[in-house]
């Protein structure tokens, strides 16, 4: 186990019988939000799949959580106050009888930092698939679509 993937557990907690698959994961992005603003890079792709794809608001692919990790340090590098929030408005789970549990997520997100002209802020919708495995949810698909932009620098 990664000590990533330890923070994760520590930060959301082990799974309980009374949890349900939408609790686990609300919680599971809680702790992706956490970790994007604590800055730690590992633990946000931590909860990913190794086949993760990721496109971001700006309609850039991402492939692999190595990949995602080394976009989010860029970003980091470049705007060491970036803080991104995902709001979920629901989570569907697939049907009992599939071969492999799915589950979908959507809602809104939010992206701010400091541009040296001032504050900017992005935001938009999201939706997110997860698949359960023998390590539990993980994200195996998200797509972001910017839909507005605040502030200083936008286009």
């Known amino acids: 186990m990664t000590l990533a993937k330890l923070v994760l557990i520590l930060i959301v907690g082990a ?9 686990d994961i609300k919680a599971l992005r809680r702790a992706s939000n956490a970790a994007i603003a604590a ?4 633990a946000v792709v931590a909860q990913m799949a190794d086949d993760m794809v990721l496109t971001t608001g700006a309609s850039e692919k991402i492939t692999g959580p190595a990949d995602i990790q080394a976009a989010f340090e860029a970003v980091w590098a ?7 929030i995902r709001t979920p408005k ?10 492999v ?7 809104s997100w939010v992206g701010r ?10 935001s938009g919708l999201y939706s997110a698939g997860w698949r359960k495995g023998p ?3 993980q994200l195996h698909s998200e797509l972001f679509v910017t839909l507005t932009c605040k502030g200083a620098g936008c286009p």
């Open 39 to 42: 800055g730690d890079a590992g």
């Open 15 to 23: 799974p309980t019988v009374a949890d349900t698959p939408v609790q």
């Open 90 to 99: 629901s989570v569907k789970i697939s049907r009992s009888g599939s071969t």
């Open 78 to 84: 470049a705007h060491p106050d970036a803080v991104y």
């Open 113 to 122: 930092w400091v541009e040296d002209g001032g504050a900017v802020e992005y």
């Open 135 to 137: 390590l539990g949810w």
């Open 101 to 107: 549990p799915l589950a979908w997520e959507d809602g």
